[in-house]
């Protein structure tokens, strides 16, 4: 079991997320109080912290990057760019080996050095984040490559409220 350092334990005041992957889930809090809660999908690998292990990271992370501002629900993201593609099951259908990575992306930097930040542990380096996810795939199960998958309009709300710098606590 992960112990966090004592600089890394939850804001007293200001919002920051939980992942909690043994239940599935994510929580917004502001403080010590819960404001709200979505389904998530983790790692289908379990929780790990090493690259090329398609495990989700745990530990105390941040918000690097809020990315997709202002697009469409749907839209397909390589590389962290929106191709210009809007999901559907026919472009499903054309593209089956594809990941999709949809709506927004949240991607999440370690706070722990050794931990979750630096040398094959790096999260930010495996490129971790909460992304927008098909409506086919379920959530509440681990299914992903590493990243936490969200329906895409949960996602939205997550992202109209965790904005770069917000603090990201996952467990298990």
């Not at 984040?129 to 996602?155: K, N």
């Not at 965790?162 to 990201?168: E, I, K, N, S, Y």
Request: net charge negative.
């Amino acid at each position: 079991m992960h112990t966090p350092r004592l600089e890394t334990l939850p804001p007293q005041d200001g919002g920051w997320l939980e992942i909690d992957i043994g239940r599935q889930c994510l929580v917004h809090y502001l403080g010590d109080q819960p404001r709200n809660e979505w389904p998530v999908s983790t790692a289908l690998a379990g929780a790990g912290q090493r690259e090329g292990s398609g495990s989700t990271p745990l530990g105390w992370h941040y918000i690097r990057a809020a990315i997709g501002d202002g697009l469409p629900p749907g839209s397909v993201f390589r590389g962290r760019r929106p191709t210009g593609e809007i999901y559907s099951p026919e472009l499903a259908a054309a593209n089956p080996e594809r990941d999709w990575i949809l709506t927004r992306i949240l991607w999440l930097c370690g706070l722990e050095r050794g931990f979750n930040r630096g040398g094959d542990v790096d999260s930010q380096r495996r490129y971790i984040y909460l992304h927008g996810t098909p409506p086919d795939q379920p959530m509440g199960e681990p299914r992903s490559h590493g990243c936490i998958r969200m329906r895409d309009h949960d996602l939205l709300e997550v992202f109209g409220v965790a904005m770069p710098g917000t603090p990201v606590w996952l467990h298990d």
